[in-house]
């Protein structure tokens, strides 16, 4: 069973930081892009980084500047260090990874369950 499982979230006064991680466990052959996207009460998922498995990276520009996301093939996990963070940047946040399975062909996108994350004014 191919799984997707976070860690990190938790409560930090703004100005604060935290840093979520990403684990993948199952029958994976290989890693595509890695995301992180957030989910504030009331407001649609949106994409916070990505990164490619050539180590390419892409931030919203609400977060350039202060987040930095990171990967570590070897271990199939995502980092996300988020840095200086602000009441705007509550919200769930989500692991997603397009994986390549060992018992099937194509790229198949996966979710982690979430970790919430309070920035307090």
């Known amino acids: 069973q191919v799984r997707l499982v976070e860690s990190g979230g938790g409560y930090v006064q703004a100005g604060g930081s935290l840093r979520l991680s990403c684990a993948a466990s199952g029958s994976i052959s290989s890693i595509d892009v890695m995301s992180w996207y957030r989910q504030a009460p009331g407001q649609q998922r949106e994409l916070v980084a990505s990164?490619?498995?050539?180590?390419?990276?892409n931030y919203a520009n609400s977060v350039k500047g202060r987040f930095t996301i990171s990967r570590d093939d070897a271990k199939k996990t995502v980092g996300l260090a988020m840095n200086s963070l602000r009441p705007e940047d509550t919200a769930v946040y989500y692991c997603?990874?397009?994986?390549?399975?060992?018992?099937?062909?194509?790229?198949?996108?996966?979710w982690g369950q979430g970790t919430q994350v309070t920035v307090s004014s």
């Open positions: 997603n990874a397009d994986l390549r399975l060992t018992s099937s062909r194509g790229i198949y996108r996966y």
């Open positions: 990164i490619s498995s050539g180590g390419g990276t």
